[in-house]
């Protein structure tokens, strides 16, 4: 990895990584692609990060696994509600308050999210 990447890739976790363990993979993918993104935009090649690290959405899986607990932070938890919402057939608005309920558990929230469109189907036909 040049300085330049290395450089950019550090300020950029330090400015934009939320402040919330998760270990799902769609939230880290989309925080992977978010920082390529911008490294494009400030005109750094992506091969410039990717020469040493390898695996920036490891990298970031990491880190995000190292943070210290604390209150989850909205953009985590507006990107799994908004892949819930996609994945599902539901409203984010459900998403949301699902995950309120049960956390951030991917496969008890898809199955739940799954359970109360199917629901929602039931009781629209009576």
Request: charged residues 30%.
């Amino acid at each position: 990895m040049s300085t330049r990447g290395a450089n950019f890739l550090e300020r950029w976790m330090a400015e934009h990584l939320p402040e919330v363990v998760t270990d799902d993979p769609a939230a880290i993918s989309d925080l992977t692609d978010q920082a390529m993104e911008a490294a494009h935009l400030e005109g750094i090649e992506v091969a410039e990060i990717y020469e040493q690290v390898g695996s920036v959405f490891e990298v970031i899986a990491e880190a995000m696994q190292h943070r210290e607990a604390s209150p989850a932070d909205e953009m985590v938890l507006d990107l799994l509600a908004a892949r819930l919402a996609r994945e599902a057939s539901i409203t984010e608005k459900q998403a949301g308050e699902l995950i309120e309920r049960l956390g951030t558990d991917w496969d008890s929230l898809l199955n739940e999210a799954h359970f109360l469109k199917e629901l929602e189907g039931r009781l629209g036909q009576e």
